[in-house]
């Protein structure tokens, strides 16, 4: 069964190989001050192209006469990421020939893009409101703040939710805790929050 998936998705990648590519390259135009480039990735699809920047950055020294990478630490790295972009190509599947390059690649930046706890928080926040659900948005809005304060910054994102963590939150809700909020003025004021025990 899972030599049948494998080669499906081995097939699909094959083939997605003809209408879009997905490469790293180095741009000579893009020589910064300091001599370095950055890499960029380039997603080609239906003959238009687009760049995506990276967090990697090469000197000459560990470029060839072509301008293509040879420093194999960085090369592996860089792979990582092509492989993440590819994977994410094959699972859009034959949608990818109903897309355009832009479109493809806004497709690829959200589908790499770490999910902000906060602003999901809020957004569903607003749905609930937007429907009427007023009880069941005070819920949800005593969780967001009430992370936003564990936390101390208003951007959470998902990956830091963790065992350890939810662990170590339960006990700081356990805790006596003095919380900052906005009234309707914007005008801040101070509320002593009691420990919530396990019948509240």
Known sequence: MFYNVLQCFTNVLQLLEFMLTVKAIVLKHNEKMDGTFNVKIRVTHDRVSRYLETNFYVSKKQL????????????????????????SVGELGYRVNL??????????????????FIEFGKAHINRLLAENRKGTSINFRAVVNSLIDYFGREKIFI??????????????LRKERVLTRQSRGNKPFTIKSPGLSDSR
Not at 68 to 75: A, R, T
Not at 99 to 116: F, H, S
């Open 64 to 87: 060839n006469k072509k301008l293509e990478i040879k420093d194999n630490i960085v090369l592996a790295q860089i792979d990582r990421t092509l492989m993440e972009y590819r994977i």
């Open 99 to 116: 897309m355009t390059c832009d479109q493809v690649v806004d497709y690829l930046q959200n589908a790499n893009k770490e999910i902000d």
């Open 159 to 172: 990956s830091e939710i963790t065992s350890n963590m939810l662990l170590k939150y339960e006990a700081y």
